[in-house]
């Protein structure tokens, strides 16, 4: 979908969709703090007018490792609304994590949590990086009191709509986390097409309230959700960290929630989850990792709701959707829908071929949400896109005759766990480094609350003696909690086929049930 100015700024283009009464409440958090529509506007303008005064030139990233805040979300506004590139990044990342993410985007600001001032001030101007802020959960730090000093009043930069707005970094099969550069116009047709497909009603229609529980550091939680209430008008009701008892108290003031599956399998824990408790709600949508069809089918029989799946990646934003309308067709559990409008959708055999209706292959996709590559890796950006423009997701799936998609696995090594990407070829590469150990395989095993956790399964050197909790504390020092295995099995060798290679489908056989 073609943008025009005076909208190609992502941020002006949100705006369009912010309610007549500014003065109604935009983000309720659950300390209990209320934020009106003007609130959004003036802290997103001081904070723009922060940034511009620094005279950063164009395309500077602006870093940010903070909590969850609504004084995040305004910085992330204040930068769209600047034409600069936003890069978040997971509160979970260590220093290792961190050095690389600063020397790969030499972002010009870094805006972290005070208690990590020290050492990540440290990597930061050894990056190159200018000016480092700090902005906590409690609304104190250097960001805010620098931004209180400027006007409320700021002029929305003229972006083009392949402008870049936002780098997001993926882990990469390699082990090295790659960022994908995404654009204005990129970010928008996404939300455009959600706030369609979806049914977000405007707030002369009643308005929608979304329960906002996932971290805004990725995909989901920065851009469907966020871009989609901001559009539409509708109010957020926003949680620092997900609690399920916490979210489903709110759940009768609410309309749409999202979450990742393991929200869901947290949630049907709860005893109070009945049809009363989700009266008002219309919509719960669920992604970023695939949701069991037992959730699907408890969710409805526990609610009377039937979970709406879809589907995306961070080089896309989302692809495809089960409908939301009835008059659309059904929501099919265990599908993730067909190609949401504007997306093509294809599978393909071994050699590129196309395959037919059904038959099981890699996915490719195309669509206004791809990206425009990797940040300063061209060849890998070459690599992952066929000749006719196609961007191969890695995932392995089937199209039905209806044009809903099943994906069945990934060709990708990857483990995704409660909702966060874990790259074994990147822990493995920690393993290995360790003292004592001389080789390492990581695999997914299914979890219930996870949906899939790693376990580590390691060699020792001949004649050490290693101890596997001491090998998973070791790592804990260097890499985000999330990507720590939650096992380690110590072998003396790992099965390996005729080329040589792990037979990874083997180990996770024998550990799955341990
Ligand atoms: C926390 N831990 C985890 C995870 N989260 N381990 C594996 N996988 C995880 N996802 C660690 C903790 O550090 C802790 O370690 C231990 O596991 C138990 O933590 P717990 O208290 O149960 O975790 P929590 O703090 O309640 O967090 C669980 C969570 C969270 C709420 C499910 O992981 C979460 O918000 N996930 C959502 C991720 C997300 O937004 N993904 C979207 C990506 P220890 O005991 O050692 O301290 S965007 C995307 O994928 C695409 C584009 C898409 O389609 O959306
Ligand atoms: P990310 O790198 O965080 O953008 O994760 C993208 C990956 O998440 C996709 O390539 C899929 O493997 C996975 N994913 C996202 N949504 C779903 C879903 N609904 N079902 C299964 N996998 C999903």
Not at 31 to 58: H, I, K
Not at 123 to 137: D, I, P, Q, S, W
Not at 308 to 334: A, C, H, W
Not at 460 to 479: E, Y
């Amino acid at each position: 979908m073609p943008i025009s100015p005076p909208h190609s700024n992502l941020f002006a283009a949100l705006q369009t969709g912010f309610p007549q009464d500014l003065h109604s409440v935009a983000v309720e958090t659950d300390s209990g703090l209320c934020y009106s529509w003007q609130d959004l506007l003036d802290g997103s303008a001081m904070l723009a007018n922060l940034l511009e005064s620094l005279g950063l030139p164009s395309g500077a990233r602006i870093a940010v490792q903070v909590e969850k805040s609504v004084e995040a979300l305004m910085l992330y506004l204040a930068t769209l609304r600047s034409g600069l590139v936003y890069l978040p990044l997971n509160t979970a990342y260590q220093s290792a994590e961190m050095a690389y993410f600063l020397e790969d985007a030499q972002p010009a600001v870094l805006v972290c949590s005070g208690v990590n001032f020290g050492w990540l001030s440290k990597l930061a101007f050894t990056a190159g990086t200018a000016y480092v802020f700090t902005l906590n959960e409690d609304r104190s730090g250097s960001l805010l009191e620098r931004a209180a000093q400027f006007s409320r009043e700021h002029r929305v930069a003229e972006s083009g709509p392949d402008d870049l707005a936002a780098i997001i970094y993926t882990s990469g099969t390699t082990g090295r986390s790659k960022g994908a550069m995404l654009s204005h116009g990129n970010l928008l047709s996404n939300a455009q097409v959600l706030q369609k497909a979806w049914g977000w009603r405007a707030p002369e229609q009643g308005g929608d309230v979304l329960i906002h529980a996932l971290p805004i550091f990725h995909v989901h939680g920065l851009f469907v959700a966020i871009h989609s209430a901001l559009l539409s008008g509708s109010k957020m009701i926003w949680f620092s960290k997900f609690d399920a008892r916490l979210a489903l108290q709110h759940f009768a003031r609410a309309s749409v929630f999202m979450g990742v599956p393991t929200l869901y399998v947290r949630l049907l824990g709860e005893s109070g989850l009945k049809r009363e408790a989700v009266r008002n709600m219309r919509l719960f949508i669920s992604g970023s990792a695939p949701l069991l069809s037992q959730t699907f089918s408890d969710w409805q029989a526990r609610t009377g709701h039937t979970i709406l799946e879809r589907y995306g990646m961070s080089e896309t934003i989302m692809l495809t959707s089960n409908p939301y309308f009835v008059q659309d067709g059904e929501r099919k559990g265990g599908t993730v829908g067909p190609a949401l409008p504007g997306v093509q959708v294809r599978v393909v055999g071994e050699g590129g071929e196309a395959l037919a209706t059904g038959e099981v292959g890699d996915i490719q996709v195309k669509g206004p949400g791809v990206f425009q590559g990797y940040w300063n890796m061209p060849e890998k950006t070459a690599e992952e896109f066929t000749v006719d423009g196609f961007f191969k997701t890695g995932d392995v799936g089937r199209v039905d005759d209806q044009g809903y998609v099943t994906i069945v696995g990934r060709s990708k090594d990857l483990i995704i766990s409660g909702g966060y990407n874990v790259y074994p070829a990147e822990i493995e590469g920690y393993l290995n480094a360790l003292p004592g150990v001389m080789e390492s395989a990581v695999v997914g095993v299914p979890d219930v609350d996870f949906g899939e956790v790693g376990v580590a399964v390691v060699i020792a050197k001949s004649g050490v003696d290693l101890n596997p909790q001491a090998i998973l504390a070791a790592l804990k020092s260097k890499i985000a909690n999330f990507k720590i295995p939650k096992r380690c099995e110590l072998v003396d060798e790992l099965p390996r086929n005729a080329m040589g290679k792990v037979q990874k489908n083997l180990l996770r056989a024998r550990f799955a049930k341990a």
